[in-house]
């Protein structure tokens, strides 16, 4: 099995690692500093502790890799016009490209969404690029629970969760999709097979479209997020106007926003992925946690003024940061 990994931060590394590990063939598409470790040590991955090196080919030029048979794309949003310009050469007619990153992606609503199934998402993907580089009919969606850091290029400390959701954004369940099940749970990872991607994808957004962009706007970790009563209940009106567009194309969701408050709180004092890009003065992905909801919410009829508030104050904040 030839296995691409796009993007080896915290999460592509740890998967990347773990296919190495159980016998794929496993290269990386890098560069800079990332590229000189994966060369000079492997993928390496601390876990628990106890760090391991796997032998990966590594290129900052995807033709040099080849046809596979899985691209894992896990990069940050705002780096998917850069891979559109050079994913080609990895994409075969059998290529499976699972898409394991935050935010709504793209192909959100291909063959879903009613009478919005199909269309393409301008906050996501402007100009149709990313639709056009990645073919539909290659994508298989995830939804990564787990969570890790890039202690230095090339090495991952896995911190914990082990779960991959994945499933084919028809909702189908096909052979491939069954296939790369096994492949996953062979190589130690716990793989349900959703009958709804989306859900999931926006289920796991609930929460983060908030958390982040306040994280990133405030410095502040997720206890003390959830911690501030006035803070707490401007987050559970954004996820008010969340549900509403999402029930709205068929992806309802049973819970209440306090009662998604609970597990929040028993995460403990974290920082949030776009608060640590923040400290790194790396570009932050707001187009796909927040403003493609609020796209969605127009396109449904719903109002998002909630919303567009913690859109706006997180834009202008990242923008005088040069992160936007």
């Not at 596979?68 to 007619?93: M, Y």
């Not at 349900?192 to 306040?214: E, R």
Request: glycine fraction near 12%.
């Amino acid at each position: 099995m030839k296995v691409c990994i796009y993007g080896a931060g915290a999460i592509g590394g740890w998967i990347g690692h773990k296919l190495a590990a159980s016998g794929c063939d496993v290269s990386v598409v890098a560069r800079g500093a990332t590229l000189a470790a994966l060369q000079q040590h492997g993928l390496r991955l601390n876990d628990g502790g106890n760090i391991t090196a796997q032998q990966v080919q590594a290129s900052a030029q995807p033709a040099d890799l080849g046809v596979q048979d899985l691209v894992v794309l896990a990069v940050k949003a705002p780096a998917l016009a850069e891979v559109a310009r050079h994913i080609a050469p990895l994409i075969g007619p059998d290529t499976i490209v699972l898409t394991a990153m935050n935010g709504v992606p793209w192909w959100f609503l291909q063959g879903f969404g009613g009478a919005r199934a199909n269309q393409r998402l301008s906050t996501v993907d402007p100009d149709g690029t990313l639709e056009k580089a990645i073919p539909a009919a290659n994508i298989i969606g995830c939804v990564v629970h787990a969570s890790g850091l890039v202690d230095e290029p090339g090495l991952i400390r896995h911190h914990k969760g082990n779960t991959l959701i994945i499933g084919e954004p028809s909702g189908r369940k096909t052979a491939r999709v069954e296939a790369l099940s096994a492949l996953l749970a062979r190589a130690g990872f716990e793989v349900p097979v959703s009958a709804q991607i989306q859900k999931d994808i926006w289920y796991k957004l609930w929460g983060n479209m908030t958390m982040n962009p306040i994280s990133a706007l405030t410095g502040a970790t997720s206890d003390l997020i959830m911690g501030d009563e006035l803070v707490c209940g401007f987050t559970s009106n954004v996820m008010l106007e969340a549900k509403e567009i999402g029930a709205r194309v068929g992806i309802p969701i049973d819970q209440t926003p306090e009662e998604r408050h609970v597990i929040t709180r028993k995460l403990g004092a974290f920082k949030t992925s776009m608060l640590q890009d923040v400290e790194a003065g790396k570009p932050v992905e707001l187009d796909a946690l927040v403003s493609a909801v609020r796209e969605l919410g127009q396109l449904t009829g719903v109002a998002t003024p909630f919303t567009d508030a913690l859109l706006g104050l997180a834009r202008l904040n990242a923008r005088m940061r040069g992160l936007y």
